[in-house]
């Protein structure tokens, strides 16, 4: 996967003088005591990670972790004290104002908490700010506000006030407001905590959603361990201005890297959070990717399976994208009958489950199909797939991992 933001060695210090303070740093000294000693508040110490394109990567800690100065250092809203921060190759670090602020018009986009809509106009232009600011002309502008607010379900209020819209519309207009400018990135700060729990839900299904159609790159702060694990693909864990481990939920899960992270989730139900792209596997059913010459294709995939004692297997094309399933018997009827396709010996019904499903949904589903279940993200391409014997193992293995968190913690 293509990497869209590169930070390498990232610091932030609040004074005076940082590069006194940056120096204590590299020399060993806490950020305590550099406060002590010299009034100044290190941020953000030697953040080095990577973003995958198309990805949801949250930042997440508790108050004064770090979180919200370093989304905040990606798009230089804070300047950073030390260290490069690479967008699609471009050190943002290093650029002069006027190529930052074109970039930020064009290619950037935040939302914040606390939705910083414009109160004086509507909801139409709310959205379509961002676009007018980029000098683009009234009509185009209007169209693709109305487009993102289509998006986002609030068309019908385009000539609304935001007073007159609920926490919850508002949010989405702010939402929309960073869609509009079609933004490579997306910041967003606490997005959606000012909301009530249902409001907040909703808000991030919303963004699954939108995520599942547009694919964008988007940087998530979150303190909220619900909502980490729900929207993000992988999670930074940060403490005390340092980034104490970076993977996905599962990893951080059953590998926490310090005690400081195995305390941040002790008495974590595993099951709660896992999603079918956690669990899936590739080298547990056959994958065949067809050929020019179906008939060999059927003989060689029909060897694979008696080989391996198994009975299905999946049909993926170039792309990686499912386009069906096939067994043993279907194999068997397309050689006797001379077919010349895989496509005809698809098997009826394929249950493909989304990679978002949750584990408590998918467990309920798994146990209605003897064969396995193929899980797709939201292009159909193919991820792997989940068996009932794949998914008890799975479930055993949590199960230690969770005895072997709880010994550690006594």
């Known amino acids: 996967m293509p990497e869209k933001v590169i930070v390498k060695h990232l610091y932030k210090v609040y004074g005076s003088h940082p590069e006194r303070a940056l120096a204590m740093l590299r020399a060993g000294q806490s950020k305590d005591q550099i406060l002590a000693q010299t009034g100044m508040v290190v941020g953000v110490t030697d953040a080095n990670f990577v973003v995958n394109e198309g990805e949801i990567f949250v930042l997440m800690g508790l108050s004064g972790s770090g979180k919200s100065t370093l989304i905040r250092l990606l798009n230089r809203l804070v300047e950073p004290s030390h260290g490069q921060v690479f967008l699609s190759g471009q050190d943002i ?35 379509a700010f961002g676009l007018e600011v980029a000098g683009v002309d009234r009509k185009t502008r209007e169209r693709r506000a109305m487009e993102v607010l289509d998006q986002v379900g609030l068309r019908s209020f385009a000539q609304q006030m935001p007073a007159a819209l609920s926490g919850g519309m508002q949010q989405r207009v702010g939402l929309a407001r960073a869609l509009a400018v079609n933004p490579s990135l ?14 907040r839900t909703e808000m991030q299904g919303l963004l699954l959603q939108l995520q599942q159609e547009q694919q964008r790159t988007i940087v998530f702060v979150s303190h909220d361990l619900d909502e980490a694990f729900r ?90 994208r499912l386009r069906g399933a096939v067994s043993v018997d279907t194999l068997l009827r397309g050689l006797d009958s001379g077919a010349t396709s895989l496509d005809a010996l698809y098997l009826d019904g394929l249950h493909a489950v989304p990679a978002t499903l949750s584990l408590r949904s998918l467990m309920g589903r798994i146990v209605q199909h003897t064969q396995p279940l193929p899980v797709v993200d939201a292009q ?16 055993v293995e949590m199960d230690a991992d969770k005895d072997a968190r709880e010994a550690a913690d006594e």
Do not use: C, W
């Open 93 to 127: 670090a290093a650029l002069p104002k006027k190529a930052l602020i074109e970039l930020r018009r064009k290619d950037l986009a935040m939302v914040f908490q606390s939705f910083a809509l414009l109160p004086h106009l509507s909801v139409l232009q709310n959205t």
């Open 186 to 199: 997306m910041l967003m700060d606490e997005a959606f905590s000012a909301l009530d729990p249902l409001k």
């Open 231 to 320: 929207i993000g693909d992988r999670i930074a864990i940060m403490e005390g201005g340092r980034i104490v481990q970076v993977g996905t939920p599962d990893e951080i899960l059953r590998n926490p890297s310090d005690a400081y992270v195995r305390a941040f989730f002790k008495g974590v139900d595993v099951k709660k959070y896992l999603l079918a792209k956690d669990v899936a596997r590739t080298d547990d059913t056959l994958v065949i990717m067809p050929s020019a010459d179906a008939r060999t294709d059927m003989a060689q995939a029909l060897e694979r399976l008696r080989h391996t004692g198994r009975q299905h297997a999946f049909v993926v094309d170039g792309d990686g």
């Open 380 to 395: 159909q391409r193919y991820l792997g797939a989940v068996t009932q014997t794949v998914l008890l193992q799975k479930m």
